[in-house]
């Protein structure tokens, strides 16, 4: 088992055109990034593609545009690997059509001014324990849609008619169950991300 | 600059399960830096790495790795 560096050394590394950082990432990473892509695409050859051109983004953009390290300080680049990697695997799904939303590019994902901290992700790491507990809470039906629009990347209109249900039903489903998780979130964190 | 009518979209906007018009509203905030927006841009994105933890890891087999090993050896050439 490869010794564990720290995600925001990593990341710097990486700024600084430094290969064998984004092998150390990828040893860090790739296992729970794979269990999510795998979810989404069944085919496991495909998963790993999704997986490998993640990480080679990492490699071209910054290493071609020489992105500022000092712009980087603090960024979570887990949180955006995840988010991103489940973006990628929804579009590999859809047959390479991309669902409006987050910017694609490394350098403006990782310059999001909403992109959380890495001591916020720390923080919530050290607690997703306490986190599955919550979602456990989650009524049934909420988290079977919102399952699809994890891991299916079905839109509200899409699970509407998949399941044969009012897309208003569906709407308000998908709203409730992220709104629940992000209020359980909320209590769980104590101040969430104001003074983390 | 009222965005309460943005507050349960913030999920599907990063999540790309969102209608183009509140996506082009939703960006449109961001990039004049509007702060409730940003804000619940932010906590979204903290709800969802929650969410899209896996159950359970998958490591990478000897194989895997040494593909990635191969693909970024090539993307370093390319780069040269």
């Keep these: 088992m490869p010794t564990e560096i720290k995600k925001d050394e990593l ?153 044969k249900e009012p897309p208003g039903k569906v709407r308000d489903h998908v709203r409730a169950a992220l709104s629940f998780v992000r209020q359980r979130l909320h209590t769980l964190m104590g101040t969430w991300t104001a003074d983390i | 600059m009222d965005c309460r009518h943005l507050e349960n979209t913030y999920e599907l906007f990063l999540l790309g399960v969102i209608g183009e018009t509140d996506a082009a509203r939703i960006q449109e905030h961001v990039d004049r830096a509007c702060p409730n927006c940003i804000g619940g841009l932010r906590e979204a994105a903290l709800s969802l790495f929650a969410l899209l933890q896996p159950v359970k890891p998958v490591l990478s087999t000897a194989r895997q790795r040494s593909h990635f090993l191969q693909r970024l050896k090539e993307a370093q050439h390319a780069a040269k």
Excluded at chain 1, 116 to 125: A, G, H, M, N, V
């Design chain 1, 11 to 163: 990341l710097a590394r990486i700024a600084d055109h430094d290969a064998t950082a984004i092998v150390a990432l990828f040893d860090q990473l790739a296992p729970l990034l794979r269990g999510m892509i795998q979810r989404m695409i069944p085919s496991p050859d495909e998963a790993e593609d999704v997986l490998e051109s993640l990480f080679l983004r990492l490699w071209k953009p910054m290493g071609r545009q020489g992105q500022s390290k000092e712009g980087l300080e603090g960024v979570s680049l887990e949180a955006w690997l995840f988010i991103t990697a489940r973006q990628d695997a929804a579009a590999r799904r859809r047959q390479g059509l991309r669902q409006p939303g987050l910017r694609v590019s490394v350098e403006e994902g990782l310059a999001s001014p909403w992109l959380p901290k890495s001591r916020e992700i720390d923080l919530l790491s050290s607690r997703l324990d306490m986190v599955g507990r919550a979602l456990a809470q989650l009524p049934k039906a909420q988290r079977q849609i919102l399952d699809l629009v994890l891991y299916e990347g079905l839109t509200e209109v899409e699970i509407a008619a998949a399941l």
